[in-house]
């Protein structure tokens, strides 16, 4: 991942940045990561890409990081692909992938199956859980 790719959908030259032996961290981690993305409001308004794990004491490592025009599909695909180029026990031991249920993503998962297990953010969960019954959930109903 050292090199400069060109990314499919704006044809632009883009290079996602691994941490530091993301490699090895992953490879002495549990098999557990998550992956999600934000915007960013700068001079340039564009979205972070973050993939983190958890390490054998139980601490967050940042396993990789790109920064790309906008949180879709194509762009989604382009990241998980050259994490799992660059984390080669991704291809060849099972692992769980943990996001936010977001449709472009959950697509874009296909790239990590079949070792990759999707799973989703409890978080989130209870968030749209609470967000789709809120009313009867409320103390009038």
């Not at 960013?40 to 790109?66: H, P, R, S, Y």
């Not at 769980?96 to 297990?117: F, G, H, M, N, Y």
Request: overall charge positive; hydrophobic content about 45%; some cysteine.
């Amino acid at each position: 991942m050292n090199a400069a790719v060109i990314h499919p959908a704006s044809n632009c030259t883009k290079r996602p940045l691994p941490s530091h032996n993301s490699a090895d961290t992953f490879r002495l981690s549990r098999r557990l990561f998550a992956v999600d993305g934000t915007f960013l409001k700068a001079q340039f308004v564009l979205t972070l890409l973050v993939a983190v794990g958890i390490d054998a004491n139980g601490e967050i490592v940042l396993l990789a990081w790109a920064v790309v025009e906008s949180e879709n599909g194509p762009a989604w695909e382009w990241f998980l692909q050259h994490l799992r180029w660059s984390i080669p026990s991704l291809a060849g031991e099972p692992a769980t992938v943990i996001s936010d249920r977001d449709k472009r993503l959950a697509e874009a998962q296909r790239v990590l199956r079949p070792l990759v297990v999707a799973a989703h953010c409890c978080y989130h969960l209870k968030g749209n859980f609470t967000n789709r019954f809120r009313r009867a959930l409320s103390p009038d109903f």
